[in-house]
Each structure stands twice: as structure tokens, then as C-alpha cells.
């Protein structure tokens, strides 16, 4: 049967049979592709509200009056589909800048790429100056400049540390709350955005937690700050109120954020979609506009910061693996096992600590000072005793893993604490990955801001080198970068990326079959050990990829059958009513 192709209203509606569902993108005159038959609907000047299911049952009608099946599988349903990312030609996408096609996200996704790979440059040069400052320049001036015996040194750790906390605590409770990693990942599952009031106040919390020598990172905040900076381009710059799309362009700046920061395009992009579900990417329509955003982020950032993009870790004396053997992969099974063993101690650990402050009345933002001088206490202990414990174990990590003297630690001073304490043997490493995820998690409960994704990368590396010592037959690349990603996946249920990061960072491309199998060991062990409670299961994917007539209207977010779907995004930062019926024109 021939399909006339009807004129779509201004208001961007589609039709079905005699029905219209309206679609609202992004604010544009573009006529809409033509998906279906004429409407044949009176001209009525109200908007009747009718439920999703009477849109569906007038597809079966439809489809039996033609003698055909109904079903999202069938031909029948196929031919009334039209992809949002090709709506109609290149040309025509383009000259009517239709929300969701490809020439409008490539726009978008270069523009956020730009934009966001600037911030992190200034954040990158901000941090990376007031690090130099106040680990080298200060205590050089201080300490040594003076006269100071060297055996005082170590005091420069509780100063700085226990004075930076209390600016942690402050600056939540000036400049409001700054959220976190959970928080953002809630943002992209409910409201498709970070509202930009959470940005300056994430600057200014993770500075202060990072130059504190707390056993956080810059990713995290990273993360933030960019998909906030995304969604507001999409809001407010290309007028976007379609709920999925602006979620396309937030985890634009996630990937782009961690892209940049890992120096891995593909890896780090992965990361910001993957970790928003516990099993995979579930955002997957939008994976490849985030990874070239990604890509496009990592170019400017790096080249701003005039840093090379390549691995960051070496292991000076091993030679690199020059292929991987089948054995290997057992070896990263078993190692896996165990990365799964050692994190669900931690997340036990964690939820104990965390009590304890719950307890304390700890957790509430007017006594932010008081939680972060808490933390700061064993943050401090264990930096002085364990220097390499501080800071968030990106640079660090080359040292554990190479079991390197302390003289070789990055950013902490004096290098060697207080005690003169080496990683240089089985108990040893032990100490310092077991000290490492106390630090973590007093980091994180005492209300510092930043991510845990390197801190425990480098806790895994410690217990890597641990398995070494017992197993000298596995090369020791293995026994660290499979421990590393087994205690990361467990946590932050990233199974893809981070092997690719892993790998990337490290240079040691034939062990990607190892890892992998630790990280996928791991996903599994773990399955049912939630660590970030924000990580739920998706609630659109009926509506995720086609304009078509089984799935729900993208003008508001409507409940059908119990299932939360996509829709409009309300401007008052809350998420639309779960209650509304699915709006027929």
C-alpha cells in the first residue's frame, strides 16, 4: 500500500493511523521526517490525553485490517520507523539542524568537545600549580630554607593536611552542596543533566581534597563539571528539551572529561558510559557520538596542556610482553577471583566507616568541617606513616608497581613520612595496598570530593606486587594490572574500559586478554555487590532510537506498565511527573 506523505505540524507531531503523537527535539522550524499515513484526526484546538496503550491497540487494529502482524519485530513495524540519527538526507538534516541526526550531533558533540577540553585545561593548570606550590615551593621555604632539621620534616603532612580538610568542610557549607560521582550518575538517569549551580562548588571542594594528599582524584570532579557544561550547551545554547538527547550531549562531556584526563579516547569515553549501569553500556545509541566527543576533548586538552598522548607507566628492567599465551588468561581468571575477594571486603569496610559517621552525625553539610577533620585524621596517620597512601595514585602507582623507592613518590613531602617506611616486600606491599583503601575510604567518608578510579588502581597494584612475591612464575605486568582492574570493575562496574585504560597507560598491550579476563571475573563475582547505589537499570530503551508508534511520546516523561519513560525535561532542574499520560494532539 502506497503511504502519501503528509506535511507534519509545526509543533513537530508525528502521526499514526488516526492518531498523532507529539515529539518535541530541539527548537527548530524543521519539518519532520514523513513516518506514516495521513491524519485523519479532526481539528481540535485542545490537546486530548490518551493513554499509551490506545496508541497501540490502534496499531494492532491497523495492522489486522491489513492482514498483518503487529509487533516490534515485524516488517510491518519496521517500514513505520524512520532512525532519529538519519531522519531524512544528510543535506536536509542539516539545512533544518534536526535535533538527534547525525550533521546536529556532530555539531554539538564538537562544540561541548571544545568547550569542555578548555575547562579541564584550566582546572589541569590550576591544580597542577597549587600542587607545586604547596608540596614543594612552601615546605622548600619553610623548612629547609630556615634551618629545620630534617628529623621535623614530616610535620608538613599534618599541617597541610588537617588545614586543607578544614577548607574542604567550608566550602561546602559556603558554597553549597557539590555533589559527587553517584550523584552525577543519578542526574543523567533522571533529569539527563547536571544543573551548572554544582560546578563551582565541585571546583572548589576537590581542589582543596586533592592538594590535601586525600586518596582521591581529579576524574571525578572532572566528570561532573563537564557533563554539566554539556547539558547546559544543550539546554540553553541549541534549546534541546528532549530528555534522551540532552542526555546524549551530558555524557558528551563525561566521556570527554575522562578521554582528556586519561589520555585514551576510546577507554576513557567507554568509562563515562559504562559506569552509569552495572552490566554494560545501556546508554549504547550514544556511544559513538560520546567517544568522538571524547576524541575531541582529548585533542584540545592535550594539546592546551602540551602533553603527549601516550602510556604513563613503564616497568624499567622487565621486558614488555611481546604476546599473550593461553595460560595467561587463567592466571587473570584466578587474579580476578581474588581483586573480586579483596573489594568486597573493602565495600564492607566501607559500609562500616561509613555508619560510623552516619552515627556521629557526620554526614549532614553543616557539620562539613567536623566530618572532614575526622577523615583527615586517618588520611594524615596513615600519609605520615605510608607516604605512598597520598594523593590519588596516578603518578604514584608508578612507584608501587615498580616497587621503587619513596624518593621517586610525585607530589607527597618529605617523601619518606615520617618513619622512612619502603614497599620493597610482600608484607610491605600488603601494608600498602590494605592502608591505601583505609585511606580510600576515609577519603570518601569524610566527605572529600573526587574519584576512586586511580586510588585503587594503585591499591591494586601493591597487592599485584604481593601475588608476585608468591607466584614469581606470572610475569608481574599480569599480577598488577589484573588486580588493579579486578578491585576497579568491582567497584565501579566498568569491565571494558578499564581494560583498555589499563592497558593504554601502561603499554602493555599483550596483557589486554589477561586483564580482561580479571575484569569480566570480577563484573561477575560481584554481581550482586552494588557499590554505587545510582547505577540502576535504564527505563527508556523502548523509546531510545526510533520515532515510531509502540514507544512513548518524547514530550513528557510518562509511567507505562510501571516503566518510567523518556520525555521532556522540566526547566525547574526536577524530574517530570511520573503520572502523565502520553500526549495526543
Not at 608481574?476 to 589484573?482: E, K, S
Amino acid at each position: 500500500m502506497s503511504e502519501p506523505s503528509p506535511a507534519s505540524p509545526a509543533n513537530g507531531s508525528k502521526h499514526y493511523g488516526s492518531i498523532t503523537i507529539r515529539h518535541d527535539n530541539c527548537t527548530s522550524s524543521a519539518p519532520q521526517p514523513n513516518v506514516s499515513q495521513t491524519s485523519s484526526l479532526p481539528q481540535d484546538n485542545g490537546v486530548t490525553a490518551v493513554p499509551l496503550k490506545s496508541v497501540t491497540q490502534e496499531m494492532h487494529q491497523q495492522a489486522q485490517a491489513e492482514g498483518k502482524s503487529y509487533s516490534s519485530s515485524s516488517s510491518y513495524s519496521r517500514e513505520h520507523r524512520v532512525l532519529i540519527k538519519t531522519q531524512s538526507s544528510f543535506w536536509e538534516d542539516a539545512a533544518y539542524f534536526r535535533g538527534g541526526s547525525v550533521p546536529h550531533s556532530i555539531i554539538l558533540a564538537t562544540v561541548i568537545g571544545i568547550v569542555c577540553g578548555s575547562s579541564a585545561f584550566v582546572y589541569y593548570a590550576a591544580l597542577e600549580y597549587m600542587l607545586d606550590l604547596l608540596w614543594e615551593d612552601l615546605p622548600e621555604l619553610i623548612f629547609v630554607n630556615t634551618g629545620v632539621s630534617e628529623s621535623l620534616y614530616w610535620l608538613w603532612i599534618p599541617i597541610l593536611g588537617f588545614s586543607l580538610a578544614a577548607c574542604v568542610g567550608i566550602t561546602v557549607i559556603v558554597m553549597g552542596e557539590p555533589g559527587d560521582l553517584p550523584y552525577t550518575i543519578k542526574c543523567v538517569h533522571e533529569k539527563a543533566y547536571v544543573a551548572m549551580d554544582h560546578v563551582m562548588p565541585m571546583v572548589g571542594a576537590s581542589f582543596f581534597s586533592i592538594l590535601g594528599g586525600g586518596s582521591l582524584g581529579p576524574e571525578a570532579p572532572l566528570v561532573a563539571i563537564c557533563a554539566a557544561i554539556g547539558g547546559f550547551i544543550s539546554r540553553t545554547i541549541f534549546g534541546c528539551t528532549d530528555r534522551n538527547l540532552i542526555r546524549k550531549h551530558t555524557l558528551m562531556g563525561m566521556a570527554g572529561a575522562l578521554a582528556a584526563f586519561f589520555g585514551c579516547p576510546i577507554g576513557g569515553s567507554l568509562f563515562a558510559l559504562e559506569v552509569n549501569s552495572r552490566f554494560g553500556v545501556e546508554y549504547f545509541e550514544h556511544s559513538i557520538e560520546a567517544i568522538f566527543s571524547g576524541e575531541v576533548c582529548l585533542a584540545v586538552f592535550r594539546t592546551l596542556a602540551r602533553l603527549p598522548i601516550k602510556y604513563i607507566w613503564t616497568m624499567p628492567g622487565v621486558a614488555k610482553l611481546d604476546g599473550a599465551e593461553t595460560i595467561q588468561i587463567l592466571y587473570g581468571t584466578c587474579i580476578g577471583l581474588f581483586g573480586a575477594l579483596v573489594a568486597w571486603a573493602f565495600a564492607r569496610f566501607h559500609a562500616t566507616v561509613m555508619g560510623f559517621f552516619a552515627r556521629n552525625n557526620l554526614l549532614e553539610n553543616h557539620r562539613a568541617v567536623h566530618r572532614a577533620l575526622a577523615g583527615s585524621i586517618v588520611i594524615v596517620i596513615l600519609g605520615t606513616l605510608v607516604p605512598q597512601t597520598m594523593f590519588w595514585g596516578e603518578y604514584e602507582f608508578q612507584t608501587v608497581w615498580t616497587m621503587s623507592p619513596a624518593s621517586t613518590l610525585e607530589h607527597i613531602w618529605p617523601t619518606t613520612g615520617a618513619t622512612g617506611f619502603e614497599m620493597n616486600s610482600f608484607w610491605t606491599a600488603v601494608i600498602v595496598g590494605v592502608a591505601k583503601l583505609v585511606a580510600i575510604s576515609f577519603t570518601v567518608a569524610g566527605g572529600y570530593r573526587g574519584g576512586y578510579i586511580f586510588p585503587v588502581f594503585c591499591s591494586g597494584a601493591a597487592f599485584g606486587r604481593a601475588i608476585f612475591c608468591l607466584f614469581p612464575f606470572i610475569p608481574v605486568q599480569l599480577c598488577t594490572l589484573c588486580m588493579a582492574a579486578a578491585m576497579n570493575v568491582a567497584l565501579t562496574r566498568t569491565s571494558l574500559a578499564t581494560t583498555l585504560i589499563l592497558s593504554y597507560l601502561s603499554a602493555e598491550q599483550a596483557s589486554l586478554s589477561s586483564i580482561l579476563a580479571a575484569s569480566l571475573t570480577s563484573l561477575f563475582a560481584t554481581a550482586y555487590m552494588p557499590f554505587i547505589k545510582s547505577q540502576v537499570d535504564r527505563a527508556d530503551l523502548d523509546a531510545a532510537l526510533y520515532f515510531h508508534f509502540d514507544s512513548s511520546s518524547s514530550d513528557d516523561e510518562v509511567t507505562v506498565d510501571g516503566e518510567k519513560q523518556q520525555g521532556k525535561v522540566d526547566e525547574n532542574d526536577e524530574v517530570a511527573s511520573e503520572d502523565k499520560p502520553l500526549l495526543i494532539v
